[in-house]
C-alpha cells in the first residue's frame, strides 16, 4: 500500500466515523437513544480502523479492532487509558442496547457516551495528523 493510499483509506474511515458522530446527534435530539449509542460506537470503531490503516493494519472483528488498539496504542503509551475505557464502555452499551432484551438505556447514557465519541474520534484524529497519516 503507498503512502498516498494509507491517508485515503484513513482519511475514508474519518469521514465514516464524523458522519456516525453526526447521526448519533441527530438521532439523540429525536429522541432515538438506541440508534444514537449505535452510531456513538461505530463513530469511533471507524476511527480506530483509521489508526490502523495509518500501520497498515486492519481487523474487521470488533474485539480484535479495539484488542490491538488497547495493545498497540494505549499500552505503547499514545493514548491514555482513559480513551480505552471509553472505548469498551461504547461497545458494551452498543451490544447490550443493539442485541438484548428489555433493555432500557437512559437519554443521559446515550448523551455521555456520544461526548466521550466526540473526545474519542477528535483526539485520533489529532495524533493522525501530527503523526502525517492526514
Partial sequence: MTTDNIKALSSYRLVQAEESLDAAR????????????????????????????????????HSGVISVFDKEFVKAGMFSKELSHWLHKAFDLRQRSDYAAYIQV??????????EAGKFVAEVKRKLVEHGFL
Fill in 106 to 115: 437512559s437519554n443521559e447514557d446515550a448523551a455521555q457516551i456520544l461526548e
Fill in 26 to 61: 441527530i438521532l439523540l435530539d429525536q429522541g432515538l437513544i438506541r440508534p444514537s449509542v449505535n452510531r456513538s460506537y461505530y463513530s469511533m470503531f471507524y476511527t480506530v480502523l483509521a489508526l490502523l490503516a495509518s500501520r497498515k493494519q486492519e481487523t474487521s472483528k
